[in-house]
């Protein structure tokens, strides 16, 4: 017997009156100046950043890292996403994004109220104006509501946080970076954002960032670096074999990363719209490039392609092509993934081994290579390349911008240089004083005896449970079974104990 449909129920909206049952005034409360479309794309596009740190990043740290330490730098990702969530709502959205304070900082303040979270979004919050009194740069509003704007921007200042954290696992204190991290992101990350996004001298200017090369990358390159300077280095044995835990955990994360990044640039134009394609598009191509080129750049100067290799190429595509990916042709976007899958490449592998500076600091998975470098890359081809139609498509952008190669004029790099070197000063500066103040209360660094432990030790916590029947290892309890055990396994597997003292088995499988 066939089934009934009640047709009445299935075709309301094609009824006359859809248009009006679609934005009634009457509850749910739907103002004509809301776009659906864009709205929907906004909330689709901060859930596929958000998934980029969590759990992309969360288990890409936890699986890229020694076994030892897995617990510890997932950890420290979940953390800085959790925590830096409530200090956005609280005050760091405004500080980002809200009404002119200084040019470099928006006026601090909450964005929990119900009247400010459903009005109608604005970017930059402020208008700007000639000495004279006429307008410069208008207060751009959105067809969706603050909070989509609100929870969006949230995800970028949560993963610019984790991805500063990929310096300095394997060694710092999980309490100094509880207290670090939502610090860093009032004093540090809301002065970039608002200097290039919300309406700063930096934005006013014509410093072009289409989706945070300078304001995510760049910046959580240098202060990743700086930390790493500061906090100090592991332990030697942990610097001399830090190798993955699980490769295929590891690709896991990885591709969240890579797939989510398509919100992280097709959600910068605010709206579902052309450049949102664009810049999806372009995102790929330039990540595919770079990763092919990092991975060829191996096989030819070390033999074999390496999986980290791959992984560490496919990030410095992503990375560089922020920067411009809405704003730049996609023939420019495959040559900016040649350029990022070369020059980091070149730095991280060839001149990191060279430079005694470099060598000094321990930057656990190179961020200051993967971000910094690609970041300052990507931000300075946007320079060279953006094409004016779709700088001019692009709503966050201020009128009659267009790179060098386009009529922008030497003074356009010249513009990309100075964003760049105050984005870099202010994070050295604003990551070394917090670190100073926070080290004068709470050591940066685990001491020598903890991290010898890792997890156990920060947190009472192991990530795999492999002795006997799911029971935790007790370090202090079979240090010296381990030990023994080492020793009388020689012939099936490879003990290290090194002048640092850390000992125990390593399995080669």
Known sequence: MPRTIN??????????????????????????????????????????????????????YGSIVKKKWAVNSAFMALYAFASSLLVWVLVGYRMAFGEELLPFWGKAGPALSQPYLVRRSRLPATAHYFNNGTLETAMVEAFFPQAAMVIFEFTYAAITLILLAGSVLGRMNIKAWMAFSPLWLVFSYTVGAFSLWGGGFLYQWGVMDYSGGYVI??????????????????????????????ILLMITGAGLLWMGWSGFNGGEPFSAGITAAIAVLNTHICAATSLLMWTFLDVIFFEKPSVIGAIQGMMTGLVCITAGSGVVHSWAALLMGIVSGSIPWFTMMILHKKSAILQKVDDTLGVFHTHAIAGLIGGLMTGLLAIPELCDDDTTSIPGQKGTAYGG???????????????????????????LIIGMIIPLRMPDDELLIGDDAAHGEEAYALWGDGEKFDATRHETIVHHASVNAEDSVNSHHNQNGCHGVTIQL
């Open 7 to 60: 047709t009445h129920l299935l075709f309301t909206s094609m009824s006359p009156t859809s248009d009006i049952l679609a934005y009634d005034s009457h509850p749910p409360m739907l103002p004509k100046w809301l776009n659906k479309g864009d709205n929907a794309w906004q909330m689709i596009a901060a859930t596929l950043v958000g998934l980029q740190s969590m759990p992309g990043l969360v288990i890409l």
């Open 409 to 435: 004029g030497i003074g356009q790099m010249f513009k990309q240089l100075i964003g760049a070197i105050f984005i870099i000063v202010w994070n050295v500066f604003a990551t070394t004083v917090l670190l």
């Open 217 to 246: 990358h760049l910046s959580s390159g240098i202060s990743g670096f700086t930390a790493a300077y500061w906090v100090g280095p592991r332990l030697k044995c942990d610097k001399e074999r830090f190798s993955p835990n699980n």
